[in-house]
């Protein structure tokens, strides 16, 4: 059956060249509610950010600063940074710890509760939400970040930034979704995540870490469609802008396995290592994304490398990760990047906490982990450094999301202007209070936490509110003071409640009022994998099933 008889579908239409914009980023309802009490300071922080950019830049070759961002996959609070804790749970990160001694802690950055949406927010400076993106799928889906969405990196290119993205990505299968279509000149990236590549491959099949695939007698099966085939789905991609692109180290009848995956991560940080160079060599200032995909690693095949006291499946390999991250930053020092470059490492969300104890990992300070609104699943580890601008060693208690980075970025990049200005953004610049390390230069005191679709909870100052669920009785809703109570365990709904709790249903209300002029809308959708010039037999029937089932009646 050909693929284009089962495509009824809509696709969005990608972003046109972006232009600097007059007039203000449109942001979320608190963002004013703060502007209305600080304006004046605000601008007077502006002209001291400004004088502290223009400073730099006098001194760089009148150059802005290159950008490297390490985001590491499901690493919750106190597992970076912190040689203490390292040695509590059995192993040891030094690069990663020296490298927090040089840099400004964020102590209160927030992401969302998995990847997808977490990478999402990084990129666009927006809530998944907004778009559509706020799940996490593993296999085909048919659907991806609008090419409409202007990412950081198409922010930075406009500003002149060469831009580059290596590892994971994870924000859709289909074609526009892709980062060498979201406004990187090079990119190579897995298409989907850990799921397909380390939880359902054939060695992790054997071991038992994914169960009722393919370890058992099939006689009794009907349908053949209904198990995946992590072999059989789309991998490894690479390709420049408005390039081709094709899928990398995978050949017709391979399957995939441990040692595949192995393959997959060394040759990510080959690359990383071979940008840093090719574009440290050029003369535009550079945008260099790397997100590894270990830590994750769920089987025993293969397995080589540091191994540590503690053991566990994910800790070894981030003792791997952590060598790896030590030579990025000896390259850094080697090429003279290291100080005029901004470096940001931090996780995406909290612990896979299904895969504790053996993954060697769990919550330590906050409770949950990946997936959960609670705390541990969105409190991360997170460090800026930039030497002589920033803070080294240093701490910042403001509450920071992680969609502010694109803002704050783009600001330190000189690109701001390029941040569109018709629709609403929820980062906020956060410049000042990252370059004087002063708390109360920051421009947010709250975060909404989304479950997919779904708002859960709301954080104001130390604060935290679990919003009841439908039908349940708002006088019973649950407030945590997250300074006393890190795990969530100690309600102080009636001590809060009775002064707090109309503010925070207000705060809610403004959040869904600003919506009727900035609605969600939703993902693109499209053809899996379209675009690929040598996609594979098994790969394309694999999307031929998926698109009979999409086509199958639903009413």
């Known amino acids: 059956m050909k693929l284009q008889w089962l495509l009824v579908l809509c696709s969005s239409v990608a972003a046109p060249p972006l232009q600097a914009q007059e007039g203000p980023i449109q942001h979320d309802a608190e963002f004013y509610v703060l502007q209305a009490q600080r304006a004046e300071q605000w601008v007077q922080d502006d002209t001291a950010v400004d004088e502290a950019l223009a400073a730099f830049r006098d001194g760089n070759n009148g150059q802005p600063p290159n950008i490297v961002s390490v985001l590491i996959d499901d690493m919750g609070f106190g597992d970076m940074g912190i040689p ?12 990663i710890n020296d490298f927090s001694d040089e840099a400004l802690r964020m102590v209160r950055m927030y992401t969302e509760p998995s990847c997808t949406p977490t990478r999402v927010a990084q990129m666009t400076g927006r809530l998944p939400v ?8 593993v296999d085909i889906a048919g659907f991806g970040l609008p090419g409409s969405e202007v990412t ?27 980062a060498m279509n979201q406004g990187f000149d090079y990119a190579q990236h897995a298409v989907h995540q850990q799921g397909q590549l380390t939880i359902f491959n054939d060695d992790a099949i054997k071991e038992q870490v994914s169960v009722a695939i393919r370890d058992y007698d099939d006689k009794y099966t009907l349908d053949g469609w209904f198990r995946p085939d992590a072999s059989a789905m789309m991998t490894v991609i690479e390709g420049e802008a408005s390039g081709p692109i094709r899928e990398i180290r995978m ?16 040759t990510f940080q080959d690359k990383t290592l071979n940008e840093l160079e090719r574009l440290a060599g050029g003369e535009a200032p550079f945008f260099l994304q790397y997100w590894p995909m270990i830590p994750l690693d769920n089987t025993r095949a293969g ?6 006291a503690n053991g566990g499946l994910y800790v070894d390999k981030m003792q791997l990760l952590d060598q790896w991250l030590g030579d990025l930053f000896a390259r850094m020092d080697d090429l003279g990047l290291s100080e005029n470059t901004i470096v940001v490492v931090m996780g995406d969300n909290g612990h896979f906490t299904k895969y504790a104890p053996q993954s060697g990992f769990t919550p330590l300070i906050y409770a949950g982990g990946k997936g959960d609104t609670t705390e541990g699943g969105v409190r991360v580890d997170a460090f800026i450094r930039w030497p002589g601008m920033i803070e080294a060693d240093g701490l910042l208690n403001s509450i ?3 969609s502010d980075l694109y803002t704050t970025i783009s600001r330190f990049a000189g690109a701001d202007g390029f941040i569109p200005r018709d629709r609403l953004v929820d980062g906020v610049d956060q410049s000042a209070a990252l370059l004087f390390a002063d708390e109360s230069k920051a421009r947010r005191d709250h975060v909404i936490i989304y479950s997919v679709a779904k708002p859960e909870a709301i954080v104001k100052d130390q604060l935290k509110l679990k919003l009841p669920g439908p039908g349940e009785s708002a006088i019973l809703a649950k407030f945590f003071d997250l300074y006393r109570d890190t795990r969530e365990e100690y309600s102080v709904s009636t001590e809060v409640g009775s002064w707090g709790g109309q503010e925070f249903v207000r705060i809610l209300g403004r959040h869904k009022a600003r919506k009727e002029k900035y609605p969600d809308t939703p993902p693109a959708y499209g053809m899996p994998y379209e675009g690929i010039e040598n996609i594979r037999p098994e ?14 009646p639903q009413k």
Not at 84 to 95: C, F, H, I, K, W
Not at 251 to 266: F, L, V
């Open 84 to 95: 203490e804790l390292n040695a509590v749970r059995g192993y040891d990160t030094p690069n």
């Open 130 to 137: 907004r778009m559509g993106m706020g799940d996490t799928t």
């Open 152 to 178: 950081l990196a198409e922010v930075l290119k406009q500003a002149g930034y060469a831009t580059s993205h290596v590892g994971k990505w994870h924000m859709g299968d289909i074609a526009e979704s892709w």
């Open 251 to 266: 050949d017709a009848g391979e399957r995939w396995n441990a040692a595949k995956y192995d393959e997959m991560n060394q």
């Open 303 to 308: 397995r080589d490398g540091p191994e540590s």
């Open 400 to 402: 920071i999301h992680v």
């Open 539 to 552: 790969t394309q029937q694999a999307v031929e099933a998926f698109m009979i089932k999409r086509a199958s």
